[in-house]
């Protein structure tokens, strides 16, 4: 199976600081993979370069195996889903109109629309009497709800997390990440989440990406992290979150 | 309807403009009522301002008439010291497609005025005589202190003393001699205000003052028989009659009436009294509600691009903020001013309009400016990270974010530009504005408060308004 994402030498600096060394990385297609590390690792910055948020200073970004360019950035992002912690809803658009902005804005038919609203409702487990609510309306695991129904809407190729759960209180968060794995299974779904919470990514993971100061510093199972680590920040990071990993 | 507004007022009729004191304003409504009765459709623009701006728009075409005094011809608009024979004062205003008409028969010059107790108590009875008193304070009008044959020669010319010399509104200036907050003020020598207040007039011992016979400028382009109608009143009116006429114009704030006094057929009944107080009120409100509601468009139009221009930065944002805001410094009065001169406004609706486009303008890109500057990076990229182009991503979603920012702009414009809206009667643009100017003029609070008091309420009114709209465009989500 050929990767969906394929990143060549990607490096990236902010303000005189290397945000990213120059970087590889292959995502799979059908598989979630978890970016994790501390605060300021680089992580968030490599989704937002492969969403074209921003430029890469050097290197290219292949997306089913076209380059990632400004001319046709807006196309790719059509058949990518974005969630980001704060949700991204619009506050001035109610949570129907936030989840077909796209469609309608492509010209999709309205039965199409209609019955694709039904399934990611039932999908997402979002009661659709809800969405006529504005999101200032909606607690905020409803909010996520209908952020990750929004990124599905067109049926994305890749749906890229950036610490989609991070604001939730447990409760709410453990709801959503159990119902977030039975969708990406169910959807067989390529997923690039976020996170900087190991367990969250022990949960999700088929492969763990751990980062550190703008660089990979290993990728494999949690098993590889934890039998075979690439260097002593590998055992320091696991071991620092040890007593959620052995619950 | 404003478009009609504007081509109904230029097309036609002879327009017949006035400067903004009593006499010119009756003059000006002698000139009208005369060619009325010649068949010849004539409408009047009262107190529209100074020479400058008088002259300005009689050779733009604005106006076809105006009150004059032969003084001024040579001295403002001639720009020479010598007192030219008539004719050659037609000759040089022939070059610039004027006319004049002969004297009127009354010589309104300049003078310096006085309390009569005072000058007694003083022992002053010339202008020469000032020299003795270097501390008598002295209040001129501002075109007085400016003109060629004004304060500076005469001043040079007698060698006179006193430092304690202000700028003051004539009608004002009058009040302040009376209540003796100055000794001295320039007049004209036919002013009834002299006789009312008991003032004398200092005798111009040294001859300085050119002589000041009233004519009427017209264009030679203007039809033979309305320029026949208007030499007609040459030579048909003395001082005695002017300073008459005058007083009854003042006494009553009626200049319609005033100048009917001319017209000896027994004219001055009171069926020449004019508009009704509701029909006048009418008439200004709708004119001050055309110049502040077609300026706050324009300044919505022009504004809220140029808003969204600004809110990307860079040095073009930061041009585009710095211009709104400079010209929010200028005074208003000299925003007006300056637009006069220029060709394609001079005296009418469209600098009035401009004018006040210019001042909206500053809130509305501000607002808009920072109303988009202020929606959430978050946002901003959700909307880029959907795959919406540029222009969607503007009017789905940055615009309505930012409507409650730019519509509050809209709303200080809109309140600011009620208020401006009263300068415009300066340029004889009307509106609210014209009671208050004519009221300044003739220092009556009666006739001010009837502009100020219905340009506040206006004000209130707009602003209800649009707290009003504010429920209907700002999108629910961001009201809740």
Same mark, same amino acid.
Not at chain 2, 165 to 192: E, F, M, P, R, W
């Given at each position: 199976?050929?990767?969906?994402?394929?990143?060549?030498?990607?490096?990236?600096?902010?303000?005189? !600081?290397?945000?990213?060394?120059?970087?590889?990385?292959?995502?799979?297609?059908?598989?979630?993979?978890?970016?994790?590390?501390?605060?300021?690792?680089?992580?968030?910055?490599?989704?937002?370069?492969?969403? %074209?948020?921003?430029?890469?200073?050097?290197?290219?970004?292949?997306?089913?195996?076209?380059?990632?360019?400004?001319?046709?950035?807006?196309?790719?992002?059509?058949?990518?889903?974005?969630?980001?912690?704060?949700?991204?809803?619009?506050?001035?658009?109610?949570?129907?109109?936030?989840?077909?902005?796209?469609?309608?804005?492509? %010209?999709?038919?309205?039965?199409?629309?209609?019955?694709?609203?039904?399934?990611?409702?039932?999908?997402?487990?979002?009661?659709?009497?809800?969405?006529?609510?504005?999101?200032?309306?909606?607690?905020?695991?409803?909010?996520?709800?209908?952020?990750?129904?929004? !990124?599905?809407?067109?049926?994305?190729?890749?749906?890229? $997390?950036?610490?989609?759960?991070?604001?939730?209180?447990?409760?709410?968060?453990?709801?959503?990440?159990?119902?977030?794995?039975?969708?990406?299974?169910?959807?067989?779904?390529?997923?690039?989440?976020?996170?900087?919470?190991?367990?969250?990514?022990?949960?999700? %993971?088929?492969?763990?990406? $751990?980062?550190?100061?703008?660089?990979?510093?290993?990728?494999?199972?949690?098993?590889?992290?934890?039998?075979?680590?690439?260097?002593?920040?590998?055992?320091?990071?696991?071991? !620092?979150?040890?007593?959620?990993?052995?619950? | 309807?404003?478009?009609?507004?504007?081509?109904?007022?230029?097309?036609?009729?002879?327009?017949?403009?006035?400067?903004?004191?009593?006499?010119?304003?009756?003059?000006?409504?002698?000139?009208?009522?005369? /060619?009325?009765?010649?068949?010849? &459709?004539?409408?009047?623009?009262?107190?529209?301002?100074?020479?400058?701006?008088?002259?300005?728009?009689?050779?733009?075409?604005?106006? *076809?008439?105006?009150?004059?005094?032969?003084?001024?011809?040579?001295?403002?608009?001639?720009?020479?010291?010598?007192?030219? &024979?008539?004719?050659?004062?037609?000759?040089?205003?022939?070059?610039?497609?004027?006319?004049?008409?002969?004297?009127?028969?009354?010589?309104?010059?300049?003078?310096?005025?006085?309390?009569?107790?005072?000058?007694?108590?003083?022992?002053?009875?010339?202008?020469?005589?000032?020299?003795?008193?270097?501390?008598?304070?002295?209040?001129?009008?501002?075109?007085?202190?400016?003109?060629?044959?004004?304060?500076?020669?005469?001043?040079?010319?007698?060698?006179?003393?006193?430092?304690?010399?202000?700028?003051? *509104?004539?009608?004002?200036?009058?009040?302040?001699?009376?209540?003796?907050?100055?000794?001295?003020?320039?007049?004209?020598?036919?002013?009834?205000?002299?006789?009312?207040?008991? =003032?004398?007039?200092?005798?111009?011992?040294?001859?300085?003052?050119?002589?000041?016979?009233?004519?009427?400028?017209?264009?030679?382009?203007?039809?033979?028989?309305?320029?026949?109608?208007?030499?007609?009143?040459?030579?048909? /009116?003395?001082?005695?009659?002017?300073?008459?006429?005058?007083?009854?114009?003042?006494?009553?704030?009626?200049?319609?009436?005033?100048?009917?006094?001319?017209?000896?057929?027994?004219?001055?009944?009171?069926?020449?009294?004019?508009?009704?107080?509701?029909?006048?009120?009418?008439?200004?409100?709708?004119?001050?509600?055309?110049?502040?509601?077609?300026?706050?468009? +324009?300044?919505?139009?022009?504004?809220?691009?140029?808003?969204?221009?600004?809110?990307?930065?860079?040095?073009?944002?930061?041009?585009?903020?710095?211009?709104?805001?400079?010209?929010?410094?200028?005074?208003? /009065?000299?925003?007006?001013?300056?637009?006069?001169?220029?060709?394609?406004?001079?005296?009418?609706?469209?600098?009035?309009?401009?004018?006040?486009?210019?001042?909206?303008? +500053?809130?509305?890109?501000?607002?808009?400016?920072?109303?988009?500057? *202020?929606?959430?990076?978050? =946002?901003?990229?959700?909307?880029?990270?959907?795959?919406?182009?540029?222009?969607?991503?503007?009017?789905?979603?940055?615009?309505?974010?930012?409507?409650?920012?730019? =519509?509050?702009?809209?709303?200080?414009?809109?309140?600011?530009?009620?208020?401006?809206?009263?300068?415009?009667?300066?340029?004889?643009?009307?509106?609210?504005?014209?009671?208050?100017?004519?009221?300044?003029?003739?220092? *009556?609070?009666?006739?001010?408060?009837?502009?100020?008091?219905?340009?506040? +309420?206006?004000?209130?009114?707009?602003?209800?308004?649009?707290?009003?709209?504010?429920?209907?465009?700002?999108?629910?989500?961001?009201?809740?």
């Amino acid at each position: 199976m050929s990767a969906l994402v394929k990143i060549a030498d990607v490096s990236k600096r902010y303000a005189g !600081a290397q945000a990213l060394h120059p970087t590889n990385l292959s995502i799979e297609r059908g598989k979630t993979t978890l970016l994790i590390g501390p605060s300021g690792c680089g992580k968030s910055t490599l989704l937002r370069l492969i969403i %074209g948020l921003i430029a890469p200073d050097s290197g290219t970004i292949a997306f089913n195996n076209s380059t990632i360019t400004p001319a046709n950035i807006d196309s790719l992002r059509r058949r990518i889903g974005y969630v980001i912690q704060e949700g991204g809803l619009f506050p001035h658009l109610t949570a129907r109109a936030n989840v077909l902005l796209m469609a309608r804005y492509l %010209g999709k038919s309205q039965e199409e629309i209609q019955s694709r609203l039904v399934e990611l409702c039932e999908l997402t487990r979002f009661s659709d009497t809800l969405l006529s609510r504005y999101p200032v309306e909606l607690s905020g695991g409803q909010r996520q709800r209908v952020s990750l129904m929004r !990124a599905l809407m067109l049926s994305p190729e890749l749906l890229l $997390l950036d610490e989609p759960l991070g604001a939730l209180d447990p409760l709410v968060r453990a709801s959503l990440q159990k119902d977030l794995k039975e969708i990406f299974a169910r959807l067989q779904q390529t997923v690039l989440f976020v996170t900087h919470d190991l367990a969250e990514a022990i949960y999700f %993971g088929d492969e763990i990406v $751990l980062m550190n100061e703008g660089r990979i510093v290993q990728k494999g199972s949690i098993a590889d992290l934890r039998e075979k680590p690439a260097g002593p920040f590998v055992s320091e990071f696991i071991n !620092a979150q040890r007593g959620i990993v052995l619950t | 309807m404003f478009l009609t507004a504007i081509a109904s007022a230029s097309a036609n009729p002879i327009i017949i403009g006035s400067k903004k004191f009593t006499e010119s304003y009756v003059l000006g409504e002698i000139a009208e009522r005369t /060619l009325n009765d010649a068949g010849i &459709p004539a409408a009047h623009r009262q107190g529209m301002g100074g020479t400058i701006i008088l002259w300005q728009a009689l050779r733009g075409g604005q106006i *076809d008439v105006y009150p004059e005094y032969i003084g001024t011809v040579t001295q403002e608009i001639l720009k020479t010291n010598r007192q030219l &024979p008539l004719n050659e004062v037609g000759d040089a205003l022939a070059k610039f497609g004027v006319g004049i008409t002969k004297p009127l028969g009354f010589n309104n010059t300049y003078a310096l005025v006085m309390r009569r107790s005072e000058a007694k108590r003083l022992g002053l009875r010339t202008i020469s005589d000032l020299r003795k008193h270097p501390a008598l304070k002295i209040g001129l009008t501002h075109e007085f202190l400016d003109r060629q044959d004004g304060w500076r020669p005469l001043r040079e010319r007698y060698g006179l003393p006193q430092q304690n010399v202000i700028g003051i *509104d004539h009608a004002l200036g009058y009040a302040a001699l009376v209540n003796g907050s100055i000794d001295v003020k320039d007049a004209y020598s036919t002013d009834a205000k002299i006789a009312q207040n008991d =003032l004398i007039t200092l005798e111009d011992d040294l001859g300085f003052f050119p002589k000041y016979e009233a004519v009427f400028l017209f264009r030679l382009s203007m039809p033979p028989d309305a320029i026949a109608a208007l030499r007609r009143l040459e030579a048909t /009116l003395d001082e005695k009659q002017m300073i008459r006429l005058n007083a009854e114009a003042e006494r009553t704030k009626n200049y319609t009436r005033a100048a009917s006094l001319y017209f000896e057929d027994g004219a001055g009944s009171t069926n020449t009294m004019g508009e009704s107080f509701p029909q006048k009120l009418a008439r200004w409100t709708l004119r001050h509600l055309q110049l502040a509601g077609f300026s706050l468009l +324009l300044s919505v139009l022009v504004g809220i691009p140029l808003g969204i221009l600004a809110s990307r930065g860079g040095p073009i944002g930061q041009g585009i903020l710095g211009f709104a805001s400079i010209v929010q410094t200028i005074p208003s /009065l000299a925003l007006l001013a300056l637009l006069v001169p220029l060709p394609f406004f001079g005296i009418s609706l469209r600098t009035a309009i401009a004018a006040l486009f210019l001042y909206g303008l +500053l809130p509305i890109v501000r607002n808009t400016a920072s109303g988009l500057q *202020d929606i959430p990076r978050s =946002l901003r990229e959700s909307a880029m990270a959907l795959g919406l182009s540029p222009m969607t991503r503007l009017w789905q979603i940055y615009l309505p974010m930012a409507s409650r920012s730019i =519509l509050s702009g809209i709303k200080t414009s809109a309140v600011i530009n009620i208020g401006t809206a009263t300068l415009a009667a300066l340029i004889g643009a009307g509106g609210l504005g014209e009671p208050i100017l004519s009221g300044l003029n003739l220092n *009556d609070h009666v006739t001010i408060l009837e502009g100020a008091i219905p340009a506040a +309420l206006l004000a209130l009114l707009v602003q209800w308004l649009f707290d009003l709209l504010d429920r209907v465009l700002i999108p629910k989500g961001l009201r809740i």
